[in-house]
């Protein structure tokens, strides 16, 4: 498969910061996240960087997350995964500050983080370097001249496939209907992914290994449902 060109563009819509951060998040982000964070000097935009020189120890598996809110999965797949190298990606100060403090104490050894636009870490990295992708509730950009900024579109598939191993998984979940269609017509459209759903309850029912977040709680008792749209890298 044929590399995209290397760019500096950052595609980063909305605010970066919302609300001050108090003291626990800001000694966090002041401590914790230098430690974490992918260097600069990694978003080389040219296929160039394995996961595994960003980590100090080999794991048995790499996944990633873009856009993780406050971090609860992506901290929830870490306990469950210690043997696994996550890289997380949100460019919300307030996101990342939650998640800092919420892994503060931890070993910390298997994760990385991005602050950053996450479609550059994904050109930096190497083909076949993932074994599987989150996108969970990305922002839906309702409006039609703004649906070209949503996230899954053709030219980050292609950017994903790449990047994914045969057989791993592209996992993305949203409770906006529309946007719910728009992923999984945009992902069922890519010859390199294939939709594992074989009945509506495949995108309907929760799975039973599923990580549910605040967000998602939220959204349940509001009355929204969430569908989970699971693809594989063929």
Request: net charge positive; charged share 25%; glycine share 6%.
């Given at each position: 498969m044929t590399h995209s060109e290397p760019?500096?563009?950052?595609?980063?819509?909305?605010?970066?910061l919302g609300r001050p951060l108090n003291t626990e998040r800001q000694e966090a982000m002041d401590?914790?996240?230098?430690?974490?964070?992918?260097?600069?000097?990694?978003?080389?935009q040219k296929a160039d960087i394995s996961p595994a020189s960003l980590f100090d120890t080999d794991k048995t598996a790499y996944w990633m997350e873009i856009g993780f809110g406050n971090g609860e999965h992506v901290a929830a797949m870490m306990q469950q995964n210690p043997d696994y190298g996550y890289l997380a990606a949100e460019?919300?100060?307030?996101?990342?500050?939650?998640?800092?403090?919420e892994i503060r104490a931890w070993d910390n050894q298997n994760v990385r983080v991005l602050m950053d636009d996450a479609i550059m870490l994904v050109k930096s990295l190497t083909d076949d370097a993932l074994d599987g992708l989150y996108v969970l509730n990305p922002d839906p950009w309702p409006k039609s001249k703004h649906h070209k900024r949503r996230i899954?579109?053709?030219?980050?598939?292609?950017?994903f496939a790449r990047v994914l191993k045969?057989?791993?998984k592209l996992i993305m979940a949203t409770d906006v209907d529309d946007l719910a269609e728009w992923m999984a017509t945009q992902a069922a459209n890519h010859p390199d992914f294939e939709w594992t759903a074989t009945q509506a309850d495949d995108w309907r029912v929760t799975p039973s290994d599923w990580i549910k977040t605040r967000y998602e709680q939220k959204g349940e008792k509001a009355g929204r449902k969430q569908s989970y749209l699971i693809f594989e890298r063929t």
């Open positions: 760019t500096d563009k950052r595609r980063l819509y909305g605010r970066r401590h914790l996240y230098p430690r974490l964070e992918v260097p600069q000097s990694a978003l080389t460019p919300y100060i307030n996101g990342m500050a939650a998640f800092m403090r899954i579109n053709p030219d980050n598939l292609n950017d045969s057989g791993a």
